[in-house]
């Protein structure tokens, strides 16, 4: 199923909140799939509309271009992940999906609050993992300004007491089982 769980070389075991490689796998072949058939799409109207619908071409043209920019991209075949956790505490990267130049924000565990299982409001209110994280102003800044944005705009409540709440929903993962692993985690090495 989803590589949820794994250890390192060092033995130490790591839960990792990400797209699984198969699902990646999709996702790109979908993108360089779109791709060729708006090549083909225009290929044709380029042969057999004389003058007519340059709109659908020019459209065809840049879903093609787009697509294949998308799918042809080594980055976009990498794994998102959004978070990970390990014996330290849980771990946020600047962009998503992770690149060379990504830093990370530690957040170790005595500065997790409550890991639950919540109705997110800038997921369509669709139910994902909610984690309390007591983080300075200028590490929500840097790591969370996206999600600081969205619950300004739509009322969520981003603070409690001197936590910042976050919260993910990742279509691949198991809501409750993600929230029960992290828990473990978090009662384990707290």
Not at 16 to 23: G, Q
Not at 98 to 121: D, H, M
Not at 164 to 171: D, I, L, P, W
């Amino acid at each position: 199923m989803v590589r949820a769980r794994r250890t390192t070389t060092s033995g130490a075991e790591i839960y990792s909140y990400e797209t699984p490689m198969w699902a990646v796998r999709i996702l790109g072949v979908v993108a360089l799939t779109v791709s060729i058939l708006c090549t083909f799409s225009f290929s044709y109207l380029l042969r057999h509309d004389a003058g007519q619908d340059l709109p659908l071409k020019l459209m065809m043209l840049a879903m093609a271009i787009g697509f294949g920019i998308a799918g042809g991209k080594p980055r976009n075949w990498q794994p998102w992940v959004y978070f990970y956790a390990d014996s330290a505490g849980l771990h946020f990267p600047t962009d998503c999906p992770p690149k060379s130049t990504t830093k990370w924000l530690a957040v170790p565990w005595k500065n997790v609050g409550e890991i639950a299982e919540a109705q997110l409001y800038s997921q369509n209110r669709s139910t994902g993992v909610s984690l309390a994280l007591m983080i300075s102003s200028d590490e929500i800044d840097r790591f969370f300004r996206n999600e600081k944005l969205a619950q300004s705009i739509l009322g969520g409540g981003s603070s409690s007491g001197p936590y910042f709440t976050v919260g993910y929903k990742n279509s691949f993962k198991d809501t409750e089982e993600a929230v029960r692993a992290l828990n473990s985690m978090k009662e384990q090495y707290s």
